[in-house]
Structures are given as structure tokens and as C-alpha cells.
């Protein structure tokens, strides 16, 4: 069974930090895009940050020059690292991630439980 787990979301002042780790196991053999995700109640889930297995970074506009996500293909793990944070980035973050469980083999799409971050102003 595939599993993704979020965690290190939590409460800061606004200005702050956090640092959002997802951690894959189970039966993957690789994986392709990780991804940060993020919804508030009563509005879509929207994009923060992708990153291919070969580095590839992309961010909303939003969150440029504030978030940096990265990963550990060895580990299967990806990071959010969030700084400058604004009362407005407060949201349920998910993690996403599209693997493969045998080289070249289908592509399945998994999203973690979520974390909660809160930034108070």
C-alpha cells in the first residue's frame, strides 16, 4: 500500500517559517513529479510547487521567492521550505506524487492526508 506523509505544518506568525516534509513508502519503484498542494474551505485545491525526478522546479506566482520545494529521490522524500510566510498562505497542504511500482510501468497520481498550516497575522 502507497503512502504519502505530510508533515511540520503548524501554526506561525506571519514573517515565519516552516518546513513541510512528505515522506513516499510502499511498493514504488520511482518517482516521477512530487508536488505541494494547497486548499482552503470552499476553494479549489491549487498548485504551489512541482519538481521533476531531474530537478525541475515550478511555483505559482504566489509563492515565488518565498517557497523552495525539494526532494530526496534515495529517500523517497520531498520538502516545502516556506519562509516570509503571510496570513493568506494559510490552507490544508497536500503532497503529491506520480510513481511508477516497475521501471517503465503505469504512472499513478497519490496525494497524502494533508497538513494544516496557519499563518496569524
Known amino acids: 500500500q502507497v503512502q504519502l506523509v505530510e508533515s511540520g505544518g503548524g501554526l506561525v506568525q506571519a514573517g515565519g517559517s516552516l518546513r513541510l516534509s512528505c515522506a513516499a513508502s510502499?511498493?514504488?519503484?520511482?518517482?516521477?513529479?512530487m508536488g505541494w498542494y494547497r486548499q482552503v474551505p470552499g476553494k479549489p485545491r491549487e498548485l504551489v510547487a512541482t519538481?521533476?525526478?531531474?530537478?525541475?522546479?515550478n511555483y505559482a506566482d504566489s509563492v515565488k521567492g518565498r517557497f523552495t520545494i525539494s526532494r530526496d529521490n534515495a529517500k523517497k522524500r520531498g520538502y516545502l521550505q516556506m519562509n516570509s510566510l503571510k496570513p493568506e498562505d494559510t490552507a490544508v497542504y497536500y503532497c503529491?506524487?506520480?510513481?511508477?511500482?516497475?521501471?517503465?510501468?503505469?504512472?499513478?497520481?497519490?496525494w497524502g492526508q494533508g497538513t494544516q498550516v496557519t499563518v496569524s497575522s
Open positions: 503529491n506524487a506520480d510513481y511508477t511500482v516497475v521501471a517503465g510501468g503505469i504512472i499513478y497520481e497519490y
Open positions: 510502499g511498493p514504488i519503484f520511482s518517482i516521477n513529479t
Open positions: 519538481i521533476t525526478s531531474g530537478g525541475m522546479e
